[in-house]
């Protein structure tokens, strides 16, 4: 069974300038979370989907930040304008259900210059 | 007081070791609880999940789980060289926040040979 697929595995960009990442989770999973992992921390939910309805966006910075999962499958996060605090690793998760146990995918390493 | 708290570490252990990592809560609701394996540079791995007071045994690996004193551990017995990483606590809180992950700040364990 295929896991959860990240693409770009890295990105580097210049401040000011959009970026998006694409999520695709584990097929039947219905549940698809986007996370943020700073260095020597945990990662920290931005945002999760309960097929194409995002339930929990509360710590999404809006004023930049965007999701979309049009299809209940794939998902894209976006980031415009980009910020040097963005700068971060990326990951999607996936679940069958909401309280059942999440995988990640490998992750998107962002550097923001 | 974070929401989930691991012991701050690095832990080191000689190889064929017990290591014992510790987690502890602050949601008294919280439903399930998860141990996640992250080598440097990679994407977290789940390794053990559990849902009900008492220990839940899988391999080398033992999970704890103690909701009175809101608290979780993990043992790893026979320590390898491989197992030589960063080990994230994830709980899954109840009520109003029922399914949102929250991870600790992990630990970091070093098995020296």
């Known amino acids: 069974e295929a896991g959860v697929v990240q693409s770009p595995r890295y990105k580097i960009i210049e401040k000011k300038q959009p970026v998006a990442f694409w999520c695709n989770p584990i097929?039947?999973?219905?549940?698809l979370y986007w996370y943020l992992q700073n260095l020597g921390q945990g990662p920290e939910l931005l945002i999760r989907?309960?097929?194409?309805?995002?339930?929990?966006d509360s710590q999404l910075p809006k004023d930049r930040f965007s999701a979309e999962r049009l299809k209940g499958v794939d998902s894209t996060l976006k980031i415009q304008p980009a910020e040097l605090g963005d700068s971060a690793v990326y990951l999607c998760?996936?679940?069958?259900?909401?309280?059942?146990?999440?995988?990640f995918g490998p992750g998107t390493r962002l550097t923001v210059l | 007081q974070k929401e989930v708290e691991q012991n701050s570490g690095p832990l080191s252990v000689p190889e064929g070791a017990i290591a014992s990592l510790n987690c502890t809560y602050s949601?008294?609701?919280?439903?399930?609880f998860f141990w996640y394996r992250q080598y440097s540079g990679k994407s977290p791995e789940l390794i053990m999940s559990?849902?009900?007071?008492g220990d839940k045994e899988d391999g080398r690996f033992t999970a704890q789980l103690n909701k009175a004193s809101q608290y979780v551990s993990l043992l790893i017995r026979d320590s390898q060289p491989s197992d030589s990483a960063t080990y994230l606590c994830a709980v899954n809180a109840g009520g109003t926040s029922y399914g949102k992950l929250t991870f600790g700040q992990g630990t970091i364990l070093t098995v020296h040979p």
């Open positions: 998760a996936s679940s069958l259900g909401v309280a059942n146990e999440q995988f």
């Open positions: 559990i849902y009900s007071n």
């Open positions: 989907y309960e097929n194409e309805e995002a339930v929990d």
């Open positions: 097929s039947g999973h219905n549940t």
């Open positions: 949601d008294r609701g919280s439903q399930s």
